[in-house]
T-cell receptor
């Protein structure tokens, strides 16, 4: 399996609920990033968390990083229908030159 | 420009033909990346350019794929003798990629949708 695996693969919730997506990775990282992709569109950067950080907030987004467990979570609070998209975590290895992406979580927020 | 620009946005080509995909990164970004995304899948790394350094080509799937970056700015991804399995979205991205090796945020273009028939 590859670096950066998200779970669940698909998540369906009602508007107003919180959505939590998880990401696991295998090797040491410099940072971990979360991206969003609307159907048929390019990726939009949401948030970057460095390996020496444990938690970061941006608006309705909260990202945590546990380097001992090699895992991260993305929490979207008070979800909206417009949050419907695929969410990808991506890791930049401590010695690498590339951002390695997981398979993504498809989030559907029902009005 | 304001963002990463890719062209064409859509391309339909016949099997066996060559295609060229173009990427114009954000002005001032020294790092440029190409990724490929098949339908419903994650992103597959293809190639990385950083300044004047030799590119990291380790993700190119076969010798039919090549890429160049002229003048440290615009990049072209070329696929020769296209096959149906080459059908995918080809995404270009750029970042500041500073000399200290800090891994900056990567900004993506909208992608070039390639369909090989």
């Amino acid at each position: 399996s590859q670096q950066g695996e998200e779970d669940p693969q698909a998540l369906s919730i009602q508007e107003g609920e919180n959505a939590t997506m998880n990401c696991s990775y295998k090797t040491s990282i410099n940072n971990l990033q979360w991206y969003r992709q609307n159907s048929g569109r390019g990726l939009v950067h949401l948030i970057l968390i460095r390996s020496n950080e444990r938690e970061k907030h941006s608006g309705r987004l909260r990202v945590t990083l546990d380097t001992s467990k090699k895992s991260s979570s993305l929490l979207i609070t008070a979800s909206r229908a417009a949050d419907t998209a695929s969410y990808f975590c991506a890791t930049w290895g401590a010695s690498g030159s590339r951002l390695t992406f997981g398979e993504g979580t498809q989030l559907t927020v029902n009005p | 420009g304001a963002g990463v620009s890719q062209s064409p946005s859509n391309k339909v080509t016949e099997k066996g033909k060559d295609v060229e995909l173009r990427c114009d990164p954000i002005s001032g970004h020294t790092a440029l990346y190409w990724y490929r995304q098949s339908l419903g899948q994650g992103l597959e790394f293809l190639i990385y350019f950083q300044g004047n350094s030799a590119p990291d080509k380790s993700g190119l799937p076969s010798d039919r794929f090549s890429a160049e970056r002229t003048g440290g700015s615009v990049s072209t991804l070329t696929i020769q003798r296209t096959q149906q399995e080459d059908s995918a979205v080809y995404l270009c991205a750029s970042s500041l990629g500073d000399s200290l090796g800090n891994r900056n945020t990567i900004y993506f273009g909208e992608g070039s949708w390639l369909t090989v028939v």
